[in-house]
């Protein structure tokens, strides 16, 4: 296959799954990963979750709702950035960027409700907040944001499957037409409720003041995480997208390959002004606070680290790579502010919760949680590479030319 070249689907051959030879080592262990992840799977869902983790009353939320979840969420923010940048603010050079960050969005949004079945325990329990709501209860208005964006951005991404099944379903196309015309509105509503639930994910932590270390516990923390959702979000376009000119280089069409460059020098842009905000907005917190003592303490150079090599460092490096439109250097500092919204999740979450019990009895996941959130990231990576070799996600369909 050369490179450039872009494999669409035919009326005779709707699937091709040559790519997931088992003959292949990535996909040899990508298939013991999904092994071992359904094996701890049926054993939790029969042995119940204390058989795989370590949580307990003292710590009832861990590294599935620290990671899955509060990461997930924020991590997904992709799709609300760039669709809102392409069709809302009129960036219409951003159009490539598009898809692939709704299909990532709609997956990681979907794979977020799929871990929290592991913490639920029962699948009929998670639809019970619409039968039972409790008005007011943060974690309620959560869950009816995150529902609710899931099937908008499901309504977005379905237009992909639609180009792709037309050939043999020839109705789809007028289907596909009725979503495309919704687009705008589809996207002013997703960008509501993202703003919503990104920002009462750290409301959720509100509650317990005395249990998050001051350096982290703040009556601004809605807003801290909506921010850094926005710095996630373009941090994640440019992150995915260096990982996909690397596995599915030969998926992508000219126009992705030309618009490709300039989506991560603009987003590199956005990327460092939301970084020094952010930065901004902590430093000042803290210092309002007057939480300038602990910083003296071993949580306060944890708090140093987070802050000055994963949100200030990025931002530096944003700054640099757009200056100089030096490519590596800003899919560098996406990297480096990926994993900062990761390590601040785990703060928050985990690391600096509870901080004042003593060592032994902190909560630390155990190797079943951190494999079954492995599993979870594996079977994402895997529908994404089924979806990107079958749909028009990289590339615009020929039948379709006005789909991007």
């Known amino acids: 296959m050369s490179q450039h070249q872009i494999v669409i689907p035919t009326?005779?051959?709707?699937?091709?799954?040559?790519?997931?030879?088992?003959?292949r080592p990535g996909n040899m262990i990508t298939a013991v990963i999904l092994v071992v992840g359904f094996v701890l799977t049926f054993i939790r869902f029969t042995q119940g979750i204390g058989s795989i983790t370590n949580l307990s009353d003292t710590q009832p939320w861990g590294m599935w709702i620290g990671f899955d979840l509060l990461c997930g969420v924020c991590l997904a923010a992709g799709g609300y950035f760039?669709?809102?940048?392409?069709?809302?603010?009129?960036?219409?050079?951003?159009h490539s960027a598009v898809r692939p960050a709704v299909t990532t969005a709609f997956l990681g949004y979907a794979f977020v409700v799929f871990a929290l079945l592991y913490d639920l325990g029962h699948p009929l329990r998670l639809p019970y907040m619409f039968f039972f709501p409790g008005t007011t209860s943060v974690l309620f208005e959560v869950g009816l944001c995150v529902a609710t964006y899931l099937t908008v951005l499901f309504i977005e991404f379905s237009v992909a499957p639609m180009e792709w099944l037309a050939c043999k379903f020839p109705f789809l196309k007028k289907w596909r037409k009725v979503v495309v015309r919704c687009t705008i509105i589809l996207t002013i509503f997703g960008v509501c409720l993202s703003t919503l639930h990104q920002s009462s994910l750290g409301a959720l932590y509100l509650i317990a003041p005395g249990k998050l270390h001051p350096l982290w516990y703040s009556p601004f923390m809605p807003m801290f995480f909506f921010v850094s959702s926005?710095?996630?979000?373009?941090?994640?376009?440019?992150?995915?997208?260096?990982?996909?000119?690397?596995?599915?280089?030969?998926?992508m069409d000219e126009t992705h390959l030309r618009e490709a460059d300039e989506v991560v020098f603009s987003f590199s842009k956005a990327g460092a002004f939301i970084l020094f905000g952010y930065f901004m907005l902590k430093?000042?917190?803290?210092?309002?606070?007057?939480?300038?003592?602990?910083?003296?303490?071993?949580?306060?150079?944890?708090?140093?680290?987070?802050?000055?090599?994963?949100?200030l460092m990025p931002a530096l490096l944003y700054a640099k790579g757009s200056r100089d439109r030096n490519i590596k250097l800003c899919r560098f500092a996406s990297a480096n502010a990926v994993l900062g919204i990761v390590l601040n999740r785990f703060n928050v979450s985990m690391i600096a919760f509870n901080y004042t019990l003593p060592a032994d009895e902190r909560y630390f996941p155990s190797i079943w949680e951190v494999c079954i959130s492995i599993f979870v990231v594996t079977l994402i990576v895997t529908v994404y590479r089924f979806i990107v070799y079958h749909m028009p996600v990289l590339y615009e369909h020929p039948d379709f030319k006005d789909a991007h």
């Open 11 to 23: 009326k005779d051959k709707l699937f091709n799954l040559g790519e997931f030879s088992l003959r």
């Open 230 to 251: 926005m710095a996630a979000g373009c941090s994640m376009v440019i992150f995915e997208g260096m990982w996909a000119h690397k596995g599915v280089h030969h998926y």
């Open 283 to 311: 430093l000042i917190d803290m210092l309002v606070q007057a939480n300038l003592p602990y910083l003296c303490s071993g949580y306060g150079l944890w708090w140093l680290v987070e802050m000055l090599f994963f949100v």
């Open 82 to 94: 760039t669709t809102v940048a392409c069709y809302v603010m009129g960036m219409k050079h951003f």
